[in-house]
């Protein structure tokens, strides 16, 4: 089967306050968002990344992207992540007639490793359904009142958070994203919806989500200096 990443990068990132989204701060002299779609494009198996931003995003044309041409840019970005993922699985359900594996990876997770994907896709491409990567979370977990105090400790063994790519079959995935998608926030959840069960594909925490303003340094110290 083919594989094709699907990038979602229409949000504004507002919990980062920054003057502009932050899949284009910049890491190592690039915006976030390059070194995200850089990871992708190293993988030999993926045939074409499709990135997908709002429409008349201004910063994109601000930098130059010539050193990944497999990227193909669309601008139907929607007013969720979720909406944005459908909107993009829709354009390349209308161009493809076959079924191939869809990677969709946040084009905020710059520090994705290439042995993560590497890893993700061997673990998954004989799969039924397809997954995500994941890692355990690591810290105790509250429940909370309203009010702020503890309802209850939630017992974390069997807890993971869920991380980026996650991979399914573009068919099966746009026909999860067909009804409402208010409370989706990741693929995966979509596919449960369905009645499906996704693999969890253990990651590593390097492949952190840049969401507040401190995560950019911690970006910047675990991505490799020089990464050929
Ligand atoms: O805001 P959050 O960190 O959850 O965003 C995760 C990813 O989804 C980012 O790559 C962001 O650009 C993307 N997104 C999108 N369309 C939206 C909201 C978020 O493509 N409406």
Redesign the pocket.
């Known amino acids: 089967p083919r594989f094709v990443a699907l990038?979602?990068?229409?949000?504004?990132?507002s919990?980062m306050r920054a003057d502009c989204?932050?899949?284009y701060l910049l890491l190592h002299g690039k915006p976030v968002l390059w070194h995200s779609l850089k990871v992708l494009h190293t993988e030999p198996r993926i045939s074409h990344i499709v990135l997908?931003l709002?429409e008349g995003d201004p910063w994109f044309a601000r930098f130059d992207w010539s050193d990944l041409p497999r990227l193909q840019v669309l601008y139907c970005?929607?007013?969720?992540?979720a909406?944005?993922?459908r909107n993009g699985l829709a354009n390349i359900a209308s161009n493809t007639p076959d079924d191939p594996w869809i990677l969709v990876h946040?084009?905020?997770r710059p520090c994705l490793s290439r042995s993560d994907l590497t890893h993700l896709i061997d673990q998954l491409h004989a799969d039924a359904v397809g997954g995500l990567l994941a890692v355990p979370v690591p810290e105790t977990v509250k429940r909370a009142t309203l009010d702020g105090h503890v309802a209850q400790t939630v017992p974390r063994q069997d807890l993971w958070l869920a991380q980026t790519p996650q991979m399914f079959r573009l068919r099966p995935l746009l026909a999860a994203h067909q009804g409402v998608l208010d409370t989706i926030?990741d693929e995966a959840s979509a596919m449960e919806r369905q009645g499906d069960s996704p693999r969890l594909i253990t990651g590593s925490r390097n492949n952190l989500?840049?969401?507040y303003p401190e995560d950019l340094a911690l970006a910047a110290l675990l991505l490799p200096a020089a990464d050929p």
């Not at 990038?7 to 990132?13: D, T």
């Not at 970005?77 to 992540?81: P, Y």
């Open positions: 990038v979602p990068a229409a949000g504004s990132g919990r989204p932050k899949q997908v709002t970005g929607g007013a969720s992540r909406e944005t993922v946040d084009a905020a926030t989500k840049i969401t």
